[in-house]
């Protein structure tokens, strides 16, 4: 079976049980999308001609509504027959074609009790090129995968920095805690992801970041961009944990801070201890309280579904333009035991 984009010449082969999205990639066609389990809502498409099934039932992404309208998720959509679909963007301005590169683990920092940093480091002779905020997959064993940010930014890719939560019964994240993960090789498909930085905004245009756990980790790859590039840009960032043994990125940020006069981060803490004097609270509700005239503002929001879903609320409804709007949802990968109990704050 063909998925046909329309107004385009161009399509792809579809196989029988596989889905839209996951053709499209392993076609190089990086299409628009984010947590790839049907909550965020970003792989919206309408669909023209043919029919889609969803193995999984009704997406949570998808109202019955946008479903008698025509539109459908690709990321949970299957075919059964050929498709044709109506998409607003193919890729992002100056996005590579999607790659798939052997690499090494070449060390790991231990950033928390629950985060670890990977650095990578891919073939010398094989450039990868990829856009603030994107992200990549891990191949594992059977044709499954692991979504995780670039927390390094494009001009320093010698080694691709990611920020990994372990999550229980998770398959690749215990094999890592669990020891010495060094010179470990792995194959990664990328780049990928629509969540990248806007260089057509102007920057007299104040950014806001929000970032919900290791949804740090594409936020840190802007940031670092910016300032390591020297644009100057008013910058926000306010980042929301648990407790504060979950900010493990102080030391970065504040580093950060140091280096750009025009940037600024706050900590907000959802169960915060007696003796915490920062931001208490959900991070949406600290911006709403702290932030006047939000549509001033160039947004970019990454982190767990129900976050986003609660900062595309508040904030279109204060203003904010839908296009200066930009969100990575994160959520735990389909086959883990853990994602049948909760959501969570990490591709992993």
């Not at 999205?21 to 309408?46: D, I, V, Y």
């Not at 856009?131 to 691709?160: C, E, K, N, T, V």
């Not at 629509?194 to 740090?216: E, N, S």
């Amino acid at each position: 079976m063909r998925v046909s984009l329309y107004k385009s010449d161009r399509n792809f082969h579809i196989e029988p049980g596989e889905s839209v999205l996951e053709a499209a990639l392993a076609a190089g066609f990086n299409l628009p999308h984010s947590c790839k389990t049907g909550s965020c809502g970003l792989c919206r498409a309408r669909l023209l001609e043919g029919e889609v099934r969803y193995p999984r039932g009704p997406p949570l992404g998808l109202g019955a509504r946008e479903m008698a309208e025509g539109s459908i998720l690709l990321c949970e959509a299957q075919a059964r027959s050929d498709l044709s679909i109506d998409i607003l963007e193919v890729g992002p301005a100056g996005a590579q074609r999607v790659k798939r590169l052997p690499c090494r683990i070449e060390r790991t920092e231990r950033l928390s009790h629950d985060v670890m940093a990977l650095f990578l480091r891919l073939p010398a002779a094989e450039p990868f090129e990829f856009l603030p905020g994107q992200y990549i997959d891990i191949m594992l064993p059977r044709g499954r995968r692991r979504s995780f940010s670039i927390a390094s930014p494009p001009h320093d890719a010698r080694l691709l920095e990611l920020h990994v939560r372990r999550v229980a019964g998770g398959e690749f994240t215990e094999r890592l805690f669990a020891g010495d993960a060094r010179a470990t090789l792995l194959t990664i498909e990328g780049p990928l992801g629509h969540f990248v930085y806007r260089t057509a905004v102007a920057q007299a245009v104040p950014m806001l970041l929000i970032g919900g756990g290791t949804g740090f980790a594409p936020l840190k790859s802007i940031l670092r961009h910016l300032i390591e590039n020297g644009v100057s840009r008013e910058m926000t960032l306010y980042w929301g944990v648990r407790a504060q043994r979950d900010l493990y990125a102080l030391a970065a940020l504040h580093d950060l801070e140091r280096r750009s006069g025009q940037f600024r981060y706050v900590p907000v803490l959802s169960e915060p201890s007696p003796g915490w004097a920062g931001r208490r609270g959900f991070v949406h509700e600290a911006v709403i309280a702290d932030i006047g005239e939000l549509a001033r503002y160039d947004v970019y929001a990454s982190g767990p579904p129900a976050m986003i879903e609660a900062v595309r609320r508040e904030l279109e409804q204060r203003g904010v333009p839908r296009e200066r709007l930009s969100f990575d949802s994160f959520d735990y990968a389909p086959d883990s035991p853990a994602r049948q109990r909760s959501t969570a704050d990490s591709k992993s």
